[in-house]
C-alpha cells in the first residue's frame, strides 16, 4: 500500500493513497504548492530562480492524486447515481478532477518549456530569397492590401486632405504583427498591470485595430476623416472588434495618448511640420515606458524622448540602461499570444493562476493540451 506525504499549515501527516481523504488532501497540497510557482513565474525572466524541483514535486503530487482517484472510482462504482446523492457530488468531482490532471500534463510541459531559458529574438530574422515562407508573407501582404481597400472604399474628404492628412495607406500586415507582436512582448516584460491599451493614430478604416483587438484588452483608432471614421465604424464588429473605439477628430488635439500603452503611427500627416507637432503631442503625453510602433524613418528624429528597442519600436521615456534591461526581459518572453477574452478551460480549477502566470509569460499551456 503507497503511503503519501501531505504537507499543511500543520505538522506533516501521511496518509495512504487508499485513504478516503487522500484524494482531496493531495489537491489541497497541490493546489499550495501551484500558487508558490505562480508567484515566482511573475518575477522578472531574467535571474528568475530555478523551479524545476517545485515543477517536479507537483508533478509527483498529481502522480499520487491520480493513484488515489483511481482508488476512489472503484470504490464508487458504476453509475447511476441518485440525483443529489453524496455519490453523484463524489462522481462529478472525479470527472472534473480527471480533467484537471490532464490539464496539469499541458501546465507541466508549458513550464519545462519555460525553464529552459531560451532566448526569443525580439523581431523575427527576415526571410531569405529561398524560404518558403518569404513568398507565403509577400502574397499574404499584397491579398491584405487589396482587403485593406476593399473594407474602406470611402474616398477621403477634401477637407482632410487640406488638413495635412494622408489618405488610408496600408502598411504591409506582417511588419504590423511583427511589430505589435514586439509590442505584446514587451508589456509582458514589463509586468505591466493590465488591461493593456492600444491607440492607432489615424486609423482610417480601422483595420489594424481590428488586428491589435486580437493582442489587447483595448484597441481604439482616431481618425481625422468623418468618412473613414464612419467605415471603421461598421467594420470593426464585423471584424469581432465592436469593443474597440473609433475617436473622430483631430489627432494634433487629442488630450489622451498618456492612457495607452501601445500608440502606433504611420506618417498620418503630409506636411513635415505637422507631423513633427503630432510627434511632439504624443510624446509629451505618453507615459514613461510607454510603446511606439512608427514605421518611418523621420520618427528618430526625436531619439533623445525615447529609446530604440528593435526595428520600428520604440519605449518612451526610458534610460539606456532601462531599455537594455526591458530588452534582455523580453527575449525570455515566449512567441504565444492569448486573445483578449480568452476563457479558461472548464474544470481548471486551482490551477489557473499558473495557466495565467505561463500567459504572462508568453507561453499559452493550450498549445500542449
Not at 22 to 28: D, F, G, K, S
Not at 112 to 125: H, N
Not at 137 to 144: K, M
Request: charged share 25%; proline share 7%.
Amino acid at each position: 500500500m503507497a503511503l503519501i506525504a501531505i504537507v499543511h499549515p500543520g505538522p506533516q501527516m501521511h496518509i495512504s493513497t487508499r485513504h478516503p481523504a487522500a484524494v482531496r488532501a493531495l489537491e489541497a497540497d497541490a493546489e499550495a504548492l501551484a500558487l508558490e510557482l505562480a508567484e515566482k513565474l511573475m518575477a522578472p525572466p531574467v535571474g528568475r530562480r530555478a523551479m524545476t524541483a517545485g515543477i517536479d514535486q507537483l508533478d509527483r503530487l498529481m502522480a499520487m492524486a491520480r493513484a488515489a482517484l483511481s482508488v476512489k472510482q472503484r470504490r464508487l462504482g458504476q453509475a447511476p447515481y441518485a440525483r443529489g446523492s453524496a455519490e453523484a457530488a463524489e462522481a462529478q468531482y472525479c470527472k472534473e478532477l480527471r480533467k484537471r490532471l490532464r490539464l496539469w500534463k499541458a501546465v507541466q510541459d508549458t513550464l519545462r518549456q519555460i525553464e529552459k531559458r531560451r532566448s526569443f529574438p525580439l523581431l523575427p530574422a527576415e526571410r531569405r530569397i529561398l524560404d518558403p515562407r518569404a513568398a507565403i508573407e509577400s502574397i499574404t501582404d499584397v491579398a491584405f492590401t487589396r482587403a485593406h481597400r476593399a473594407v474602406n472604399r470611402t474616398p477621403q474628404a477634401q477637407a482632410s486632405a487640406t488638413h495635412g492628412c494622408f489618405a488610408d495607406i496600408p502598411t504591409r500586415v506582417s511588419l504590423f504583427l511583427e511589430i505589435a507582436q514586439l509590442a505584446y512582448r514587451l508589456l509582458l516584460a514589463q509586468r505591466h498591470p493590465g488591461p493593456a491599451r492600444f491607440l492607432d493614430v489615424g486609423c482610417g478604416g480601422g483595420i489594424k485595430v481590428a488586428l491589435a483587438a486580437q493582442m489587447f484588452p483595448v484597441a481604439d483608432g482616431i481618425e481625422y476623416d468623418p468618412g473613414y471614421a464612419e467605415s471603421a465604424r461598421r467594420t470593426l464588429p464585423i471584424l469581432r472588434a465592436a469593443q474597440s473605439r473609433v475617436f473622430e477628430g483631430d489627432a494634433l488635439r487629442f488630450e489622451d495618448y498618456g492612457s495607452y500603452d501601445v500608440i502606433y503611427l504611420y506618417r498620418p500627416m503630409q506636411d513635415d511640420d505637422l507631423l513633427r507637432q503630432l510627434e511632439e503631442r504624443i510624446l509629451e503625453q505618453a507615459r514613461p515606458g510607454a510603446i511606439l510602433l512608427a514605421p518611418y524613418a523621420t520618427i528618430e528624429a526625436h531619439g533623445s524622448r525615447f529609446q530604440k528597442i528593435a526595428g520600428c519600436v520604440y519605449a518612451v521615456g526610458l534610460t539606456r540602461a532601462q531599455a537594455e534591461d526591458l530588452k534582455r526581459q523580453t527575449r525570455r518572453i515566449g512567441p504565444h499570444i492569448v486573445t483578449p477574452g480568452t476563457p479558461l478551460p472548464k474544470q481548471i480549477g486551482w490551477l489557473a493562476p499558473l495557466w495565467r502566470s505561463c500567459e504572462a509569460n508568453g507561453f499559452s499551456p493550450v498549445h500542449w493540451e
